[in-house]
């Protein structure tokens, strides 16, 4: 071994992710460093941003090299729980030497892109329907009094052919149509849809970020049936957790509930790019819990167990 130790290398970080990459899929990243014999490795605590999970601990390999040194390989895996593109800065490795000398290096940064599990007509934004034009009357248009007896005179004729109708044949009776009635995913994407064009308008954080949390917290009560705005972060992730919802959506749920709650009420501004990121997000809350109606009536099966098939 050396006099003195020297520093660990990076040699070489191979990322392994899939084409498809969803929330909540693993990554794996595997690091491989050279370092003196005997030194320990790992990773800093917190190493990953928030929205990436290190998914158990790293598994370790070593292999010997010559004049003292060894090949050290960290294989790991993570999981993200946005969309888009994810950012990982340098990653943290802490050393230990035998000599109890000790530091801080770190590996290159890298890039994960996640795709949403929305098809693109999940993300059409939804067009106001156009008022009704009115025009100005015609040239030879009536007068309303001679309009008027002009409408009494038909109603009456219509009473005495509609009598003579109902003597001669039976009504035929035609039902009501029936009520559109929308479930609770329908209801969160309107709301969703209307909070998006008011931020694009106004630029209204606080304003923009209350919606969003509301709309997730109302959808959650309504499809899963417990009071989800009486609760705080960890509760409602306990409650979650209790339904059987799938754990990456319960993250995603409370990525987004902390990142409303830094808007507004400690004033955080995130940029612009971020805001349409946490919108996604909540379309994406909302569409992977849609249960998808089977032939015998039954929901069992949601667009996030689909989008895994």
């Known amino acids: ?14 990322i392994d992710q899939p084409d498809s990459l969803t929330v909540g899929d693993p990554v794996t990243y595997k690091l491989v460093l050279e370092v ?23 598994a370790e390999t070593r292999r010997d090299l010559d004049n003292g040194r060894e090949e050290v390989t960290l294989t790991f895996r993570v999981a993200p729980f946005v969309t888009g593109q994810v950012d990982v800065p340098p990653l943290p ?20 892109l996640v795709n949403s599990v929305l098809t693109p007509t999940d993300l059409e934004r939804r067009d106001l329907k156009p008022q009704a034009m009115i025009g100005t009357p015609p040239a030879t248009w009536v007068g309303p009094a001679l309009a008027a007896s002009v409408g009494a005179l038909i109603l009456i004729v219509g009473a005495a052919l509609w009598r003579r109708s ?12 029936r009520p559109v009635v929308l479930g609770p995913e329908d209801l969160a994407r309107d709301a969703l849809d209307k909070a998006g064009i008011a931020f694009r308008e106004d630029g209204d ?8 949390g509301n709309v997730v917290r109302k959808y959650l009560a309504d499809r899963f049936e417990f009071p989800a705005f009486a609760l705080t972060s960890r509760e409602l992730e306990e409650q979650m957790m209790q339904r059987g919802l799938d754990r990456w959506q319960i993250r995603v749920v409370g990525g987004l509930i902390s ?23 909540a379309y994406e809350i909302v569409e992977m819990s849609r249960p998808l109606a089977m032939e015998d009536g039954t929901d069992t099966t949601t667009a996030k167990e689909v989008a895994r098939i």
């Open 1 to 14: 071994m050396p006099a003195h130790a020297e520093d660990p290398t990076v040699v070489d970080l191979v």
């Open 36 to 58: 003196d014999e005997g030194t320990r490795v790992a990773l800093a605590p917190a190493a990953f941003p928030p929205e990436v999970e290190l998914l158990g601990s790293p």
């Open 93 to 112: 490795v802490r050393f230990t030497n035998e000599d109890d000398t000790s530091g801080v290096i770190e590996a290159p940064g890298s890039i994960i």
């Open 166 to 177: 109902v003597l001669r044949r039976r009504a035929m009776y035609v039902p009501p149509p």
């Open 205 to 212: 954080y606080e304003a923009y970020y209350t919606i969003l």
């Open 259 to 281: 990142q409303c709650d830094s808007v507004v009420y400690r004033r955080y501004r995130p940029a612009p790019e971020r805001a349409e990121h946490d919108l996604t997000a």
